[in-house]
Structures are given as C-alpha cells and as structure tokens.
C-alpha cells in the first residue's frame, strides 16, 4: 500500500496587493488535502477529503507526515513557499511531487491545470483563483462555501489528472495554435531495489 496526500491553497490577498511575487506574503485562506491509499495495481483503495481554514491549518500537518508522495500543480512554486509562515520546518523537505514541474520537464514550459483538465479528462476548473480570493474578502457563510467548494474541486482535478497520467502514461492539452496535442509523461514509482542475499559459502 502507498500513501498520498494531494492538496491546494488559497490565498488570502492577489500579488499586486504585496508588490512582490512571493507567495509567502499573500497569506493563505484556506487548504483542501485529499489524503489516500491505493493498492500495488495504483487502484484508490480509501480516500478523505479535508479542508482548513486559515485558523485551522495548524491542524493538518499529520495528513502529510509519512505519505509516499505529496501532489500539488505548481505546488513546490506557489503552495510550499505559500505555507511557509504556517509550516513545520519539515515540511518543504517531504516528498513533494509537482504535476506542472514534471510537464515542464519534458515540454520546457507550464501548461495550465485547465487546459490539462479540461482535455484530459472533459471537465474544467469550476471557478478561478481570482474569485477565490474575493470569496475570502468577503468573508460570509456564503462566500467562504464556495471558497471550499472551488479549492476542494481543484484538489479532486489534481488528483484524477495525475491518476490518469498514473495509468495511462500520458495527458491531453491545447498547444498555443488551439491544437490537440498529447504528452507522454510517467509517474510511476521507482521500482525499490532488493537487497543481494550473501551467500554464506
């Protein structure tokens, strides 16, 4: 059995409001982990979703303690150095594993979780991040529903795009001409080396 945690971050102000880019300083709204189980066919044995609000986050760091991966998209850029102020020392040292850095790696460039999701697997992110951060300001039953609604879909986005690049060792996507394309791509996990046995003579 193999353990992985997915998981996204909201923010709680846009970049132009700290007058930098460092995600450390936008302050985080709100953190949906998706923490499972799956099997030695890659098959999803168990699974829960969580969700954390700012004053709860100190809360979750048990979800992330020995999982075998930890899955975010763009996550060790943005939902790491995000988390920072609120994290275990530990934590950015865990085995994070980021979806758009493994794209990057083969195609030299970031495509976006949408046009990944929406080719991949036929749906789309059902709001933006942009809102997101509105829906915290706001600050109202209402609004911080959706807030958890949003960050939990696109946790559950994360998690099948990187099931289906799992199994099938491939993702969909639009290049900038508005054409279907196809990247071949491998999550698998390294195989674990035995041991040699000694012989005794």
Same mark, same amino acid.
């Given at each position: #059995?193999?353990?992985?945690?997915?998981?996204?971050?909201?923010?709680?102000? &846009?970049?132009?409001?700290?007058?930098?880019?460092?995600?450390?300083?936008?302050?985080?709204?709100?953190?949906?982990?998706?923490?499972?189980?799956?099997?030695?066919?890659?098959?999803?044995?168990?699974?829960? #979703?969580?969700?954390?609000?700012?004053?709860?986050?100190?809360? #979750?760091?048990?979800?992330?303690?020995?999982?075998?991966?930890?899955?975010?998209?763009?996550?060790?850029?943005?939902?790491?150095?995000?988390?920072?102020?609120?994290?275990p020392g530990y934590f950015?040292?865990? !085995?994070?594993?980021?979806?758009? !850095?493994?794209?990057?790696?083969?195609?030299?460039?970031?495509?976006?979780?949408?046009?990944? !999701?929406?080719?991949?697997?036929?749906?789309?992110?059902?709001?933006?991040? +942009?809102? +997101?951060?509105?829906?915290?300001?706001?600050?109202?039953?209402?609004?911080?529903?959706?807030?958890?609604?949003?960050?939990?879909?696109?946790?559950?986005?994360?998690?099948?795009?990187?099931?289906? !690049?799992?199994?099938?060792?491939?993702?969909? &996507?639009?290049?900038?001409?508005?054409?279907?394309?196809?990247?071949?791509?491998?999550?698998?996990?390294?195989?674990?080396?035995?041991?040699?046995?000694?012989?005794? &003579?």
């Amino acid at each position: #059995m193999l353990t992985e945690v997915f998981f996204d971050v909201e923010t709680k102000k &846009f970049f132009d409001e700290t007058g930098n880019k460092k995600p450390e300083e936008l302050g985080v709204s709100l953190v949906s982990v998706y923490k499972r189980t799956i099997d030695e066919d890659l098959k999803e044995v168990e699974g829960v #979703m969580h969700s954390f609000f700012e004053q709860e986050i100190s809360n #979750m760091w048990t979800l992330f303690q020995n999982a075998d991966r930890i899955i975010g998209f763009n996550s060790i850029k943005f939902d790491v150095p995000a988390l920072k102020p609120y994290a275990p020392g530990y934590f950015s040292k865990l !085995a994070h594993f980021d979806i758009a !850095a493994e794209i990057k790696k083969i195609l030299g460039r970031r495509i976006s979780l949408n046009t990944i !999701a929406k080719n991949t697997l036929g749906r789309g992110k059902i709001d933006s991040g +942009a809102n +997101a951060v509105l829906y915290w300001k706001k600050g109202d039953p209402e609004s911080l529903a959706l807030l958890k609604k949003y960050c939990e879909e696109d946790v559950a986005i994360t998690r099948d795009i990187y099931d289906f !690049a799992l199994l099938n060792k491939r993702l969909k &996507f639009l290049d900038h001409w508005n054409n279907p394309r196809e990247i071949e791509i491998d999550f698998s996990y390294a195989k674990k080396e035995e041991t040699p046995q000694i012989g005794l &003579f």
